[in-house]
Each structure stands twice: as structure tokens, then as C-alpha cells.
């Protein structure tokens, strides 16, 4: 029997990249049963300020896994960041965010490049937790737990033990927020203990992300806070080749939710010409959740098939390099 998945179309170019992919898992033979959820713009602009209608919260119940285009939280008071929220209420402490060039393929100044950012996703500055103090003053709280260090630190060193990666880096910003992300740096001290096979490492955010950008290639598994893991993980996978490039894995303990790194691209939306790969990479990572990992190798070589050939989108697109530059629709042809 097919795997019912929550399959949210998005906002931007979230329909054009979601129809591409869909194409592609079918023509595959992925056996999932997509059933559509409404969330995001529209579902904001009705009035719902939390941008998911009630059926949308029963099939992710029911179904356990998300397959999820960008979506626009719209600019303003009174939204809440949907994507906040679903990671919050449904438990998805791991973000999961690889990065690997194509070179000599795909163009990058980074050849050798190949690092899996794991980002925690529940807590941070990204916990919610913002308010207007006084007329003048407004906060943001940063919440950082134990539980919630350990549950992610352990996660990216059984996440290298089981990928066979040699080297686990936190990155943190302690010498200042001595409390908070020196708790994450202690969880990590003491659970790379545990893991003696694995190098470990700890970089202050600033010189790590610095680093990152200028000499990619001395990363392997990354772990770091919510926010900084955010901004790094743009900054790898646009050096990488593209920010259209990478997929990323929510995993919970129940859910899991997969989806590009990127955004709804509104400056491109309703063109043709977005790039897929970051949601094609995103069903690769579903398809061995569910345990069709078979079928996401053969989505995964036809992928870099069609990207070796030089059918590329006009993100990575070079003269002298390219064969061809394609839309979304066009790129999933070839890779069909
Ligand atoms: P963005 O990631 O949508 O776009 C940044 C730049 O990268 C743009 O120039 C865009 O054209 C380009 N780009 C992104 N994806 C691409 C692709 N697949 N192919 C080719 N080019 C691509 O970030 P931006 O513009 O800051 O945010 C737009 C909207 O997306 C906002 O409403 C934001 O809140 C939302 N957003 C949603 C996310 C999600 O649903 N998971 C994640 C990040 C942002
Ligand atoms: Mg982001």
C-alpha cells in the first residue's frame, strides 16, 4: 500500500518546483499517496492569522509525513511564521541541511566542497518568544535547553557515525552569551566523549561562518543553534552552487517534514524558471525515511545525470559549462 504524505503546494514558485517533483516521484514509481493541505499565503489572507486551516493539522496527524513547498509568511504584524510553528507544535528538533558541489558540473568556487549542516530547530531565537516590553523596548527571548542540546548534539554524532563522516564542528557564539550557547558548547564537550572515533571541534560563529564561506571544504558535519544554522545553511548551499540547490530534512520523533532550504522566491515566481533541485533533494531524503530509498537512488542518479548533461536553471547556469538553460518543467523532462 502507497505512504500517505502531506504534500503542501507552497506560495511563489512553491507550486512550479512541487509540480516538477511530483512528476519526477512519479514517473519513478515512489509509491506514496499525495494528500493536498492548504497552508500558507492564502490560507493568512483569509483571516486564519496561522496560516494552516484545521483539515491541513488532521491529515499531517494522520499521515506523520510532510512534503512541503516555500511558503510567504506575509510582511506585517500578527502573523505567525508558519514554518515556526510547525516545527515548534510538532516536535521536529532536527534540521538537516547537506551540501555537496557538483563540480565539475555545477559551477562553484569550491570544488571539494561537502558539509551537512545540522541545525536545531525548535528553540533559539527562533522559539517564538517576542514581545513588546514597553512603548520603545521590544524583546526576543532566546531559549536554549539541555534536553533540547543533548537531543541535537547526539543526533549529529550518531548522524556522522551512520554516514561514515569523520569530523563533528559546533559552532556557537559562548564568549558572549556565556549562559545559553556555553550550555550548548558543554552538552557538546561532553557528548563527543562518547564518540571518541568522531574529531570534534568548536568555533565561535563569526570566524566559523567566515571559514565556511572562504574554505568550505575543511567542514563535515556541522552542529549549531536555530538562527546560526539558518544563515550558514544559505551561505554554504549559494557558495555550493545555489540556494535552489539544497533540500532539507525536518526529523521528530513522530513527524517528519522535508522541504528546500529556500524560500518562495517572489522575484522569479510565476517565470518557469526556478530551480527544483532543492525539492528534489528534499523527496530523495523523504523516500529513505520512508524506507523507498531504492527508488530515491534512482531519482538522485537521474538528478545528477541531467545536471552533468548541462541542463541547468538560470541559477547555475555558465557559459562554457552549460548545455542548455531550462525552466523547472523542462529540467523535470530530463531527469524523467
Ligand atoms: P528566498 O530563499 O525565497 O530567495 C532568495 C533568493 O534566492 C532570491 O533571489 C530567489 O530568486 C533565489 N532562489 C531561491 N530559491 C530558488 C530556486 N529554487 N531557484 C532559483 N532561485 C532561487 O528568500 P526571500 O526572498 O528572502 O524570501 C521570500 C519568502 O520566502 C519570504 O516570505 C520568506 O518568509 C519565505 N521563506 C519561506 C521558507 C519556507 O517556507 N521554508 C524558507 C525561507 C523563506
Ligand atoms: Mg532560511
Redesign the pocket.
Known amino acids: 500500500t502507497p505512504v500517505k504524505v502531506a504534500v503542501a503546494q507552497?506560495d511563489?514558485?512553491g507550486p512550479e518546483?512541487m509540480k516538477a517533483t511530483l512528476r519526477i516521484l512519479e514517473a519513478a514509481g515512489a509509491n506514496i499517496e499525495p494528500e493536498f493541505i492548504e497552508l500558507g499565503e492564502k490560507v493568512y489572507l483569509s483571516g486564519n492569522t496561522s496560516g494552516i486551516d484545521a483539515n491541513a493539522w488532521d491529515a499531517i496527524r494522520n499521515n506523520k509525513i510532510i512534503f512541503?513547498?516555500?511558503?510567504?509568511?506575509p510582511q506585517g504584524k500578527g502573523y505567525k511564521?508558519l514554518?515556526v510553528t510547525l516545527r515548534k507544535s510538532l516536535g521536529l528538533f532536527a534540521n538537516v541541511r547537506p551540501v555537496t558541489a557538483l563540480h565539475p558540473f555545477v559551477p562553484t568556487h569550491f570544488p571539494n566542497m561537502d558539509v551537512v549542516i545540522i541545525r536545531e530547530n525548535e528553540e533559539d531565537l527562533y522559539a517564538g518568544i517576542e514581545h513588546r516590553q514597553t512603548q520603545d523596548v521590544y524583546q526576543c527571548l532566546k531559549l536554549i535547553t539541555r534536553p533540547g542540546c543533548e537531543r541535537i548534539v547526539r543526533y549529529a554524532f550518531e548522524y556522522a557515525k551512520a554516514f561514515g563522516r569523520k569530523k563533528v564542528t559546533c559552532m556557537v557564539k559562548d564568549n558572549i552569551m556565556k549562559i545559553t550557547d556555553g550550555l550548548f558548547h558543554t552538552v557538546f564537550d561532553e557528548i563527543a566523549k562518547e564518540y571518541p572515533e568522531i574529531e570534534n571541534d568548536v568555533q565561535i560563529i563569526d570566524i566559523g561562518s567566515a571559514r565556511l564561506a572562504a574554505k568550505p571544504e575543511q567542514y563535515d558535519v556541522i552542529v549549531t543553534a536555530n538562527l546560526y544554522g539558518d544563515i550558514i545553511s544559505?551561505i554554504a548551499a549559494e557558495i555550493g552552487g545555489?540556494?535552489?540547490m539544497c533540500g532539507s530534512a525536518n526529523i521528530g520523533k513522530n513527524v517528519a517534514m522535508f522541504?528546500?532550504?529556500?524560500?518562495?522566491?517572489?522575484?522569479?515566481s510565476g517565470q518557469g524558471?526556478?530551480?527544483?533541485?532543492?525539492l528534489i533533494n528534499a523527496a530523495v531524503a523523504m523516500l529513505a525515511h520512508i524506507g523507498q530509498s531504492e527508488i530515491g537512488d534512482k531519482v538522485k542518479n537521474a538528478w545528477l545525470t541531467t545536471l552533468e548533461e548541462g541542463y541547468h536553471?538560470?541559477?547555475i547556469y555558465q557559459e562554457g559549462i552549460s548545455l542548455k538553460k531550462v525552466g523547472a518543467q523542462e529540467f523535470a523532462n530530463q531527469v524523467i
Not at 522541504?259 to 522569479?268: F, L, N, V
Not at 524558471?273 to 532543492?278: E, K, T
Request: hydrophobic residues 35%.
Open positions: 507552497g511563489g514558485i518546483i512541503k513547498a516555500p511558503i510567504t509568511t511564521s514554518n544559505d545555489s540556494v535552489g522541504e528546500a532550504i529556500h524560500g518562495s522566491a517572489p522575484d522569479i524558471i526556478a530551480n527544483p533541485s532543492g536553471t538560470a541559477d
